[in-house]
């Protein structure tokens, strides 16, 4: 089992950024694929980016291709989500999530991104 904990959220105005990291304790990062999750009021959570094992390979949601980076670091059991170019409509509770295989399996608490237009 892994245990997540978010960080970097916060208000930000629109065209603005942040960056989201999520440390990992518990079983070896490594081993664990990790994806970006966002849940808006009102809304179910949905998929935002998703980052294989090695980090060599990256998935993104259509609504945040070219403006969110994912990456992660095993070194320091931290993966990563660069926003950039933040929108009104990117307003939502951020999660983190470990997978076991095709599945998200443990997730963070989240943490709250509000982009005020």
């Known amino acids: 089992q892994v245990q997540l904990v978010e960080s970097g959220g916060g208000l930000v105005q629109a065209g603005g950024s942040l960056r989201l990291s999520c440390a990992a304790s518990?079983?070896?990062?490594?081993?664990?694929?990790m994806g970006w999750f966002r849940q808006a009021p009102g809304k179910e959570r949905e998929f935002v980016a998703r980052i294989s094992r090695s980090g060599t390979g990256t998935y993104y949601d259509d609504s945040v291709k070219g403006r969110f980076t994912i990456s992660r670091v095993n070194a320091k059991n931290t993966v990563y989500l660069q926003m950039n170019s933040l929108k009104p409509e990117d307003t939502a509770v951020y999660f983190c999530?470990?997978?076991?295989?095709?599945?998200?399996?443990?997730w963070g608490q989240g943490t709250q991104v509000t982009v005020s237009s």
């Open positions: 999530a470990a997978y076991e295989g095709v599945r998200p399996m443990y």
């Open positions: 518990g079983r070896s990062f490594s081993q664990y694929a």
